[in-house]
């Protein structure tokens, strides 16, 4: 063979071994690349079965399935083999690079490269077969769940069908978990606060009069289950019902914890039509008569972190006018039977306030602690009226001229091995705990240890040693001053809005008294509203929306009990906004663009009881109030009556 043919063919032979070995070196990467990350979550998950195993030794609460630890084992046997196929191919290009032109050796590393490709293919095949079977036996859908999971995705307005009930002020003010929620622990309670007073046959099974309104889930009309498998619902002696002492709240824990350990799993919860009211009619009606339904993420995780308590007002050392009304915030939504309840000379005593003189014995003061915004906010109101504000609403009033002192109780530990409170199984608790039944850590050390005297040594009431007081005085004066809008974002006819930008509304606060920090429970759906409307808003059914509230310091951060409280900012989460389609030739001006029109209420009051009305902002500085006969302010523009006129906002 001339010279030349003989360069060009050792050439091709080059060419074709360098672009053979890029190949294997690719696909290899590639491939280690998964099975790295696979043998990570393995070890990752290695580590949860100790712990399960010693769960189901007796040292800790148990919740793995068969379907999930046979996963694992099966998981960790494909990994194995597949790491072994993937050093097989690699060796055996090296091989066919090195052969050196040995027709043996090249068909050997040739025949070797084949077979470890074909396994490569057949394990990545099996792990997406093994991934859903046991994605059906253990309901989470597996892969097709997380691709088609979560109901609160940005999309068409069929996977928001049934959840118009939240926000119109008639039906729902709010749950948790919120609609779309992600990362939720897997030992979660389901809460739902209704806007009727709610009959506790629909939510307790087999309830009568006379009866503790607590008890197994009534099935029939809460349907929780995965969205993957919606047959598989929870049964009435898988979850505990506890109707709030209101009548307004339902509480649901899960017997077991949801999900599984291995990957997150996407849960709906449906209320049914047959749902009553205190007075036997149907809470689904007209636009609504479907019910309702939300998804959810449930994480992989389990809560055991205590809560704390982020702040509290009024602020410790100070001096306030009688009509202020106690406000403790918590850094985590609370369960509602552990915070909320009626003190009339006996009752409800897992929050107390005293009044004292000096030298005098303290005494507990009558009233009720509402819980509000999001599960997070308790206030205390009294039962000692004082006068009327600027609504013609009835204020009511501390003791003037008295000290005032409180304590927050921690519950009562089932062991002292972790967080979870006693009564976990009866959802009665002698303290605070949070949605994961946690006890209070009332000191802030993030250990949960119990109530003050508790047996097992407890010192998490609050105040501890090493939290802030909680004590101030109150004077014999009436604040009056109403709240002040500052700002709103986005602001009045802003256009091109992102779609799931929430509505800010910002309010002025006076350092000296307080008057723009909000009262949470007049932050609900009848204070603060959004209305749609469009083309795409024609289904009353599909737009939700609710408001929560958080108070801010000087430096924008969330206050605490010892820093300022300059402002309340409250935002209103919502449904996606539907953009608007682009207008054809001979669309009149404006007929294809989707409008949304929030609205703030006069109902919204400030810590002093006092309403937004008559109407108040902020104008270049100087605080501006809505002059008779108008009493509000609307796009910035003084108008009568109750509601603005309805000022159309892209």
């Known amino acids: 063979m001339p010279e030349k043919c003989r360069i060009q063919a050792k050439t091709r032979s080059l060419y074709g071994k360098a672009i053979l070995w890029c190949a294997v070196l690719s696909f290899g990467c590639l491939l280690g690349a998964s099975l790295a990350n696979t043998a990570n979550a393995q070890l990752d998950e290695s580590q949860v079965v100790v ?18 630890i046979i996963g694992r084992l099966i998981y960790i046997a494909l990994s194995t083999v597949g790491i072994i196929f993937l050093a097989l191919l690699l060796y055996s290009g090296y091989q066919y690079m090195t052969a050196g032109g040995d027709p043996d050796k090249i068909k050997s590393a040739v025949s070797r490269i084949r077979n470890a490709v074909i396994g490569l293919l057949v394990i990545a095949f099996s792990f997406v077969i093994v991934n859903f079977i046991l994605g059906w036996l253990t309901g989470d859908g597996s892969i097709w769940g997380s691709v088609t999971g979560g109901g609160g995705q940005a999309g068409g307005l069929g996977q928001w069908g049934n959840s118009g009930g939240l926000g119109n002020g008639q039906i729902l003010e709010y749950h948790y978990p919120e609609p779309g929620q992600m990362g939720v622990p897997r030992n979660t309670a389901i809460v739902i606060t209704f806007i009727d007073k709610i009959d506790p046959a629909s939510v307790i099974n087999g309830w009568t009069a006379g009866n503790p309104t607590s008890g197994e889930l009534n099935a029939t009309n809460f349907l929780i289950h995965p969205e993957a498998n919606k047959n598989q619902n929870l049964l009435p002696n898988q979850a505990l019902a506890v109707l709030s002492e209101d009548g307004h ?39 609504f008569s479907e019910g309702y339904v939300w998804s959810f993420e449930v994480s992989t995780q389990v809560d055991n972190s205590p809560p704390k308590v982020q702040s509290i007002i009024p602020i410790s050392g100070g001096i306030y006018a009688r009509n202020i009304v106690v406000q403790i915030n918590f850094n985590e939504p609370m369960f509602p039977a552990s915070v909320a309840g009626i003190y009339n000379g006996g009752g409800f005593q897992n929050l107390q306030l005293y009044q004292s003189d000096a030298g005098a014995n303290p005494l507990q003061i009558n009233g009720e602690y509402r819980l509000s915004n999001g599960y997070r906010t308790v206030e205390f109101i009294t039962t000692d009226e004082c006068g009327l504000n600027s609504c013609l609403v009835k204020m009511f009033c501390l003791p003037a001229s008295k000290t005032i002192n409180g304590i927050i109780k921690a519950a009562s530990l089932l062991d002292n091995q972790s967080a979870l409170a006693a009564g976990f199984e009866t959802g009665v608790f002698n303290g605070a705990v949070d949605m994961a039944f946690n006890s209070l850590d009332g000191d802030g050390d993030g250990l949960a240890t119990g109530p003050l005297g508790d047996p097992a040594g407890g010192a998490d009431d609050y105040p501890s040693i090493n939290s802030p007081p909680f004590a101030f005085q109150t004077s014999a004066a009436i604040e009056r001053d109403p709240p002040f809008i500052k700002m709103v974002d986005p602001d009045v006819l802003s256009d091109q809005i992102v779609l799931d930008k929430n509505v800010d509304v910002y309010w002025l606060s006076d350092p000296n008294n307080m008057n723009g920090v909000l009262l949470g429970y007049t932050v609900n759906s009848k204070s603060f509203r959004i209305y749609a409307e469009g083309p795409q808003e024609d289904d009353a059914d599909t737009w939700w929306f609710y408001s929560k509230m958080k108070n801010i310091d000087d430096n924008g951060e969330e206050a605490t009990s010892t820093t300022s409280h300059a402002q309340s900012l409250v935002s209103i989460y919502h449904r996606p906004y539907q953009p608007s389609a682009i207008p054809k030739p001979g669309d009149p001006p404006g007929s294809t663009l989707n409008w949304y029109d929030p609205y703030v209420r006069h109902y919204v009051m400030n810590v002093y009881q006092n309403c937004y009305n008559p109407a108040a902002r902020l104008d270049q500085g100087i605080k501006r109030m809505a002059t008779p006969p108008n009493s509000n302010y609307c796009n910035n523009v003084e108008q009568g009556g109750e509601y603005c006129n309805f000022i159309k906002k892209p």
């Not at 017997?255 to 689904?284: C, H, M, Q, R």
Request: charged content about 20%.
């Open 51 to 68: 712990g399960e195993t010693a769960e189901a030794a007796g040292l800790a609460q148990t919740t793995t399935d068969l379907p999930t």
């Open 249 to 287: 709240t339902v509480m649901i824990k899960p017997a077991e914890l949801l999900g599984n350990a291995t990957k997150p799993t996407w849960y709906e919860v449906k209320l049914e039509n047959d749902i009553l009211n205190a007075s036997g009619t149907k809470i689904f009606q007209g636009d």
